[in-house]
């Protein structure tokens, strides 16, 4: 099924304006034509097909569907980690074909090193670089302040909870400071309460650092409570259905009634 390339202003009270109107620098990440396939028994299976999504500087987009429809292969290409895919993906006017340190993500399992401490975890997003130790030390203590962890430095993973550890993945993902952050399921492994409540401090990670963040989930309503856009991919081979503008003010009420229209909408399309 083929979708329109659309592009939606994120601001608040903003309406909607046309692509013809855009700038093509407006645009930190786009996506043309991009499938994907994987070699099974011989044959090829296509995991995603001719995905179009033009993604503004400094956006929130939420990309929920069902397991197996390539949400996360998708992230794999835009991080870099897979470079075999049909089509262009482009980053800031560049085709990517590997990894930068400009683009960060977040997975479901937290990946923390047992044997290092909080601080000593972060600390090791810098081994690739040649930032200078103090200037390394200086934003590691800064950037744990900013995900609430101050007091917790010489903390080793088995003495913070589950929900602290995925704090600790997401200080080690911004501290580098990239411009895009791909987030992979960060909270589907955590309970309810630690879920909502991360929930809230990425959004407020998010407007601090003025990221441009592309969220995959499981989680409709995660997904409205922290995108500017939802959108909704099909299965067998990954599709883009649709995309949802989601223009609520923020922080968002999810007892709001329009909050709720837009959930039911989306989970409509699973339903």
């Known amino acids: 099924m083929a979708v329109t390339r659309a592009v939606i202003d994120f601001r608040r009270g903003e309406t909607p304006i046309s692509e013809a109107e855009q700038q093509p620098a407006s ?21 995603l097909d001719d995905i179009q999504l033009d ?16 949400k996360s292969t998708l992230l794999r290409l835009i991080t870099g980690l897979d470079a075999q895919y049909q089509g262009n993906i482009v980053y800031q006017g560049q ?21 290092l401490t909080v601080e000593e975890n972060i600390l090791l997003a810098f081994s690739a670089t040649d930032v200078p130790q103090q200037e390394r030390h200086a934003r590691v203590k800064a ?10 430095e010489k903390a080793y993973p088995h003495q913070i909870s589950g929900g602290m550890s995925q704090r600790v993945a997401i200080a080690r993902a911004l501290v580098l400071r990239p411009q895009l952050l791909l987030l992979d399921e960060p909270f589907g492994a955590l ?25 995959v989930t499981h989680d409709v309503e995660e997904a409205v409570f922290l995108g500017d856009r939802i959108v909704v991919m099909t299965s067998h081979p990954g599709r883009i259905k649709r995309i949802v503008p989601v223009k609520l003010p923020r922080p968002r009420i999810r007892s709001a ?6 959930r039911d909408d989306v989970l409509s399309d699973f339903i």
């Open 257 to 262: 009634s329009e909050f709720q229209r837009i």
């Open 143 to 152: 950037q744990i302040a900013t995900v609430g962890l101050t007091g917790f």
């Open 55 to 70: 993604i503004r500087a400094g956006e929130f987009v939420s990309i929920v569907g069902a397991s197996g429809c390539g």
């Open 95 to 115: 085709r990517i074909s590997g990894t930068s340190l400009d683009r960060s993500i977040v997975f479901q399992e937290h990946r923390l090193f047992p044997w």
């Open 27 to 47: 645009y930190a990440l786009q996506l043309d034509h991009v499938s994907k396939s994987y070699q099974l028994h011989g044959e090829p299976l296509k995991v």
């Open 191 to 215: 309970d309810v309460l630690t879920r909502m409540k991360l929930q809230h401090e990425l959004q407020r990670l998010w407007e601090h650092e003025g990221l441009t963040t592309v969220l």
